[in-house]
């Protein structure tokens, strides 16, 4: 991921940042976002009974961890200040993704819904997300709407992606 973030950091300066304080908090808000890490085969994988359980599970330790989130993001509107860095979209990631298993989830902490709100309002990550597949059939037989052919679009290297 820090590679990732290092060649974003060469349009988006600040994106990975420099100062070790920074960094650290960086790091701080990615390592959190992946204690949230069971929501994604939640949403992309389970299914029936075995979706139920994992969903309880998750839920059972969300709000605490939701709420660890929220006091380390304080003000905002990122976890390191006024740009976002790669630690934020990972936070997000997993959140949106919690978002999809309990629309009200985040609702308890007005920081994390003006977080949210934020990273969705950055220049390009509002197109993203207007065109990007959409998970369907969460639980029963989870897959993207529509389905993804890959990067590139092309249809002739094989079957989209489905998870059925």
């Not at 070790?20 to 299914?47: H, I, K, Q, S, Y």
């Not at 990122?78 to 609702?107: I, M």
């Not at 597949?133 to 709407?145: E, Q």
Request: glycine share 8%; proline share 10%; net charge negative.
């Amino acid at each position: 991921m820090k590679f990732v973030a290092a060649l974003v950091d060469k349009n988006e300066p600040g994106f990975m940042p420099s100062d070790p304080m920074t960094v650290a908090r960086c790091d701080a808000a990615f390592f959190a976002a992946e204690e949230l890490g069971p929501v994604n085969p939640c949403v992309n994988v389970w299914r029936g009974d075995d979706f139920t359980q994992k969903v309880s599970t998750y839920m059972q330790t969300f709000p605490t961890k939701l709420g660890n989130l929220a006091r380390y993001l304080g003000n905002g509107p990122f976890f390191c200040g006024d740009k976002p860095t790669y630690g934020d979209f990972n936070v997000y990631h997993h959140l949106d993704n919690t978002r999809l298993l309990d629309p009200n989830a985040l609702d308890a902490h007005a920081n994390i819904v003006t977080f949210m709100a934020a990273v969705e309002q950055l220049p390009g990550v509002s197109d993203f997300l207007k065109a990007r597949p959409k998970p369907v059939d969460i639980g029963t037989a989870p897959m993207l709407d529509p389905a993804w052919w890959g990067p590139d679009g092309d249809k002739s290297k094989g079957a989209p992606q489905k998870f059925r």
